[in-house]
Nanobody, 120 residues
Framework: QVQVVESGGGLVQPGGSLRLSCAAS????????MGWHRQAPGKQRELVAM???????NYADSVKGRFTISGDTNKRTVYLQMNSLKAEDTAVYYC??????????????WGQGTPVTVSS
């Protein structure tokens, strides 16, 4: 069984910073991609950033230059450093792990989400 667990959300003032962490656990799988999505109230879930097993990172245009994804898919961990936060960054942030198993894949697993609120 695969588990994905996020932490690090909270309340921060505009212009502030937060760091989200995510770890995947379980057995008999490798990870191709780990990433972060977010879902604001009344909106669809959207990609924020992702990192591949080769270390390549991609970002949504709305967070480029402010957010940095890091981590190691071999260690099954990923982080999201969020700087210069804006009110529009307020959302529940979800970590995903896209895994390969002996049954094939990739299969996407999600964490439970961690809320981020940017407000004065």
């Amino acid at each position: 069984q695969v588990q994905v667990v996020e932490s690090g959300g909270g309340l921060v003032q505009p212009g502030g910073s937060l760091r989200l962490s995510c770890a995947a656990s379980g057995s008999a799988f490798t990870i191709n991609v780990m990433g972060w999505h977010r879902q604001a109230p009344g909106k669809q879930r959207e990609l924020v950033a992702m990192i591949t097993s080769g270390g390549s990172a991609n970002y949504a245009d709305s967070v480029k230059g402010r957010f940095t994804i890091s981590g190691d898919t071999n260690k099954r961990t990923v982080y999201l450093q969020m700087n210069s936060l804006k009110a529009e960054d307020t959302a529940v942030y979800y970590c995903n792990a896209d895994i390969m198993t002996t049954r094939g894949g990739p299969f996407r697993y999600w964490g439970q989400g961690t809320p981020v609120t940017v407000s004065s």
